[in-house]
């Protein structure tokens, strides 16, 4: 079996997917980022332990993400994974997890890396959009990609729309990301390019069956 520690700073709602798919993970804490996330009671809730580190009170991001692998260290998890983690981490702590570490992210990366994909999405007329699941590297939003889930953008489809159709998707390729990683069936080869072992063609790319005609 597999330990992960989850990372966030909100809602939670991936958290909450990946727990509620019952993949067979030991999920052995969530960390916040926020204290007042709502996804930590949620996680408390489910008997799952919580820690909640202000990042407001760490002068530098050196500090917090000190006290951070500081607290991650006791729960000992095989994965850390950042859902909905809303900190860039330094690259020290990134390279002191770096091949456990994975993060989802609301575009089809290596399209919008950064905030508000959404609304970046919209005004620069995409048709496709969806979400990623990667492997965390230094770079910001660029390690090598696990999973990707597509959905279309409908005319007429604001921020909120769009957040909303993603989100579902987000549901459905972090945990399959996560059963991959159980079934150690992750590799990343040349070019750091991800390869599921045993995957077919398509099925790292799931895509929205939601028709946009
Ligand atoms: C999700 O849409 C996730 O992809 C995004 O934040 C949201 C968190 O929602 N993450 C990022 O933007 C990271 N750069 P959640 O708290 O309900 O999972």
Redesign the pocket.
Known sequence: MKSAVIL?S??????RSIVEARTGLDVRAVLSSRPDAP?LAWAAAQGIPTVALDHRSFAAREAFDARLAEAIEPFAPDLLLL??F?RILTDGFIRRHEGRMV????SLLPAFPGLHTHRRALAAGAKVHG?TVHLVTPEL?SGPIVIQGVVPVIPGDDEAALAARV?EV?HRIYPQAVRWFLEDRIEVGEGDVVRVRGAGVSSDTLVSPRDPR
């Open positions: 966030i909100g809602r939670g709602s991936n958290m996804g859902a909905g809303m993060n989802i992210h609301p979400a939003d989100l987000e």
